[in-house]
């Protein structure tokens, strides 16, 4: 096998822990948590500040740089054709992912993992509202985050797999 085959691989791997981090997040436990109203606030807190941020973290910055460097080696130059058209619009979606995610995403997560660990007992009325603004601001980000991932993905799968 050549080494853009192993490449290839990695880019995979890293891009579903990513998009699948992502996924998980935006459909089953914001949603739980939200639902569970201030009582998730310590487990959200140590979840935001604990290893997945890092893995999300490390996930999605070895996404795009096996990208650039399959990017490098598949495409030699300008993209053309379908094939070309379908990779363009997975990278740019995976940057506006990135950007998302390390630009909104991030900084959010850890007010919201702050203004949570400080909480003693109930929160207070401003903890309250800061709590619900923060987590409001992250159900919005996980949406825009896992819409451009399965974009980038759907489109990235089809380029690669394009036939024509």
Same mark, same amino acid.
């Given at each position: 096998? /050549?080494?853009?085959?192993?490449?290839?691989?990695?880019?995979?791997?890293?891009?579903?822990?990513?998009?699948?981090? &992502?996924?998980?997040?935006?459909?089953?436990?914001?949603?739980?948590?939200?639902?569970?109203?201030?009582?998730?606030?310590?487990?959200? %807190?140590?979840?935001?500040?604990?290893? +997945?941020?890092?893995?999300?973290?490390?996930?999605?910055?070895? !996404?795009?740089?096996? %990208? #650039?460097? +399959? $990017?490098?080696? =598949? =495409? /030699? %130059? @300008?993209?053309?054709?379908?094939?070309?058209? #379908? #990779?363009?619009?997975?990278?740019?979606?995976?940057?506006?992912?990135?950007?998302?995610?390390?630009?909104?995403?991030?900084? !959010? @997560?850890?007010?919201? @993992?702050?203004?949570?660990?400080?909480?003693?007992? &109930?929160?207070?009325? /401003?903890?309250?509202?800061?709590?619900? /603004? *923060?987590?409001?601001?992250?159900?919005?980000?996980?949406?825009?985050?896992? $819409?451009?991932? *399965?974009?980038?993905?759907?489109?990235?799968? *089809?380029?690669?797999?394009? #036939? %024509?």
């Amino acid at each position: 096998m /050549e080494l853009v085959t192993y490449v290839s691989a990695l880019h995979v791997i890293s891009a579903v822990v990513w998009a699948g981090g &992502a996924f998980i997040m935006a459909w089953f436990v914001s949603p739980a948590a939200r639902k569970a109203g201030p009582a998730a606030g310590p487990f959200m %807190g140590a979840l935001a500040s604990g290893s +997945l941020s890092r893995v999300m973290t490390y996930a999605s910055a070895a !996404t795009i740089a096996i %990208g #650039l460097v +399959l $990017w490098a080696q =598949v =495409v /030699e %130059g @300008a993209p053309t054709g379908t094939r070309g058209l #379908l #990779l363009s619009i997975g990278a740019v979606a995976g940057f506006v992912a990135l950007g998302i995610g390390h630009g909104l995403q991030g900084p !959010t @997560a850890r007010k919201l @993992a702050k203004v949570q660990l400080d909480v003693d007992g &109930a929160p207070t009325p /401003e903890q309250g509202k800061a709590m619900a /603004e *923060l987590s409001g601001k992250m159900a919005t980000y996980g949406t825009w985050l896992m $819409w451009a991932l *399965l974009a980038s993905l759907a489109t990235m799968t *089809l380029g690669a797999n394009w #036939l %024509g």
